[in-house]
């Protein structure tokens, strides 16, 4: 949560961490430690547009609380800090734990720019921390992987255990030739090529930020699938920036996909919907998973922006906010496995006074038309469930940030179309739309009911709306700029509404 006195508090998220000042993109280094998670991110510490590419730092005990630190690795003359990941080293492979304390290990693309001898290339580099994250100290002997390449970045390690040992392996991008490429290593020092996987599916824009983990099918360990995320800016599927992801095996060298649709780079964008998404929406972007977290829980953050607009965006002395932190996991649908996410949701805890519903319903029929909520339902930070069986021939959904009297054009549109099966977010008329042409929009996808029935999770939180659909099958996730005043909450109905189940509003 952000104290929302300082800089600009009307798009201010209350729940989606921000940089208090300043510029902020990718989620780096996401890790847990000791009780801790830790956020680092890219972060522009002299100025709200990018550059001076260093690590920001946050940390957080519950996901939804962050604290800011100073920044963590910080650019200098030399490099550029793009992103990357971090592990525990708790083997001490690397040799830079001290008396017994296992360090923690930071690698990160050197962007190389000015006076250095690589000028222009991106290589891998690390860092260490032996103080559990407050301080970092940069490798001597960096870079440590090097292919002479300009576009080669983004590496996401992680410890792999093999039948004859194990080892580290990294996935990173050649962004231009979208590829994701493989390497080992047993020091996190010198690095081996295993292999190369892709160009396949989404192509149309570079790819960066890739992932790979691997998790149980329906909870069962014994049947497990690797999942490898692939984010790529333009080209995701609500346009600009998204995250894709195949379903697959990793045999300790190669990842094999059993979700590719169309190989090699592919002008025909014809088969866009067939892919995996990790979002629908146009703000969910270089979504990657933290090391180390217990149980096996495997948790996601993204960059909840789009490079189409992320430098016009209309805050003013911060910009950017992460998304919520996302537990996914695999259900099989169909007979084969799918990708499910579940908000890190901050309205969880009564304890601390959150969580406190405001406003329910019970199962009634729809009334054709817009249905204002009362007042008390009403707010700009707020998290809805609702449930609707859909009527055969129209639309159900939910009226978000409505302007009614004071601004009654202004309002974001969640509806389910039974004629489409399309579940659809529609921000054309959301507030502040202007500052980029490509920023209105209406995002689709299509979501089957299940028993005839529609379920959403919203969380409304100032400067944003994201959707999880039939217990996150589906998510949308949007930007929105809307005026303080409209807070209103309506429920929406077309033709044959149909019933509403149930709707709690939360705050
Ligand atoms: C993705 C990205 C990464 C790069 C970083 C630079 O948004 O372009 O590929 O490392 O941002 O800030």
Partial sequence: ????????????????????????????????????????????????????????????????????????????????????????DVHNTSGFGVGGVPPLVAIYTSAYVGTSPLAGRQAQSLAYSIDDGATWTKYAGNPVLDRASSDFRDPKVFWYDGEAGGYWVMVAVEALHREVLLYKSADLKSWEYLSTFGPANATEGIWECPDLFELPVDGDVADTRWVLVVNLSPGGIAGGSGGQYFIGTFDGVTFSSETTVTEGLQPDTSRMADYGWLDWGRDYYAAVSFSNVPDGRR??????????????????????????????????????????????????????????????????????????????????????????????AGKVGLVLRAGMESNPAERTV??????????????????????????????????????????????????????????????????????????????????????????????
């Avoid at 946050?58 to 920044?71: G, M």
């Avoid at 519903?357 to 998290?383: I, K, S, Y």
């Avoid at 509806?415 to 977010?425: C, K, R």
């Fill in 414 to 507: 969640l509806a389910y179309d039974s004629a489409t099966g399309e579940l659809s977010l529609d921000r054309t008329e959301s507030g502040n739309v202007k500052f980029d042409a490509t920023f209105p929009s209406v995002e689709r996808v299509y979501v089957p009911l299940e028993n005839g029935r529609l379920k959403l999770r919203v969380f409304v939180d100032r400067c944003s709306v994201e959707v999880f659909a039939q217990d996150g099958l589906a998510t949308i996730t949007d930007l929105v700029f809307p005026a303080n005043s409209s807070n209103a909450v309506g429920l929406l109905a077309e033709g044959d509404g149909g019933t509403l189940v149930s709707l709690a509003v939360v705050r």
């Fill in 1 to 88: 949560m952000k104290t929302t006195t300082g800089l600009d508090s009307q798009y201010r998220p209350e729940w989606h961490y921000s940089a208090e000042r300043n510029w902020l993109n990718d989620p780096n280094g996401l890790i847990y430690s000791n009780g801790t998670y830790h956020l680092f991110y890219q972060h522009n510490p002299f100025g709200d547009d990018w550059g001076n590419m260093s690590w920001g730092h946050a940390t957080s005990a519950d996901l939804n609380h962050w604290t800011e630190h100073p920044v963590a690795i910080p650019c200098d003359d030399q490099e550029g800090i793009f992103s990357g990941s971090a592990v525990a």
């Fill in 299 to 392: 948790l996601m953050i993204g960059w909840m922006n789009n490079w189409q607009y992320a430098a016009s965006t209309p805050t003013d002395g911060w910009r950017s906010a992460m998304s919520l932190a996302r537990e996914v996991g695999l259900v099989s649908r169909g007979g084969r496995p799918v990708l499910v996410q579940e908000a890190v949701d901050p309205f969880r805890d009564q304890e601390l006074g959150q969580g406190v519903e405001l406003f329910a319903l019970g199962r009634q029929p729809l009334t054709p038309g817009m249905t204002w909520l009362p007042a008390e339902a009403h707010g700009d930070v707020l998290r809805i469930d609702a449930e609707f069986e859909p009527g055969p």
